[in-house]
Nanobody, 124 residues
Framework: QVQLVESGGGSVQAGGSLRLSCAASGPTYRRYCVAWFRQILGKEREGVAAMSTLSGYTYYDNSDSVKGRFTISLAADKNTLLLQMNSLKPEDTAMYYC???????????????WGQGTQVIVSS
């Protein structure tokens, strides 16, 4: 059973930074692909960034919404997924989720295992 526990959310002013963490445990083969999603109030959950823990290759949302501002990475322990968020905007306000279990890391619809989420609030 995969367990994913997010932390690091909070309130920040526009232009600030936050770093989200996701502690992962469970079968390694179910964590080859890991990702961050977010759900803005009233909208569907959307993929933000994904990473292959085998190759280190990273994927980002195709839109320009987070490009150049968010960075996905693995901590040195290889079991903690990070999302560094810089130059935050009010429109980044959302619940952020950690996920794993996709067969193809860049296919958002394939993620099967989810954390409970951590709230990020960006004020103007």
């Amino acid at each position: 059973q995969v367990q994913l526990v997010e932390s690091g959310g909070g309130s920040v002013q526009a232009g600030g930074s936050l770093r989200l963490s996701c502690a992962a445990s469970g079968p390694t083969y179910r964590r080859y692909c890991v990702a961050w999603f977010r759900q803005i109030l009233g909208k569907e959950r959307e993929g933000v960034a994904a990473m292959s823990t085998l190759s280190g290759y990273t994927y980002y949302d195709n839109s320009d919404s987070v490009k150049g501002r968010f960075t996905i990475s693995l901590a040195a322990d290889k079991n903690t997924l990070l999302l560094q968020m810089n130059s935050l905007k009010p429109e980044d306000t959302a619940m952020y989720y950690c996920a794993s279990g996709a067969g193809v890391c860049g296919r958002w619809s394939e993620y099967k295992y989810w954390g409970q989420g951590t709230q990020v609030i960006v004020s103007s």
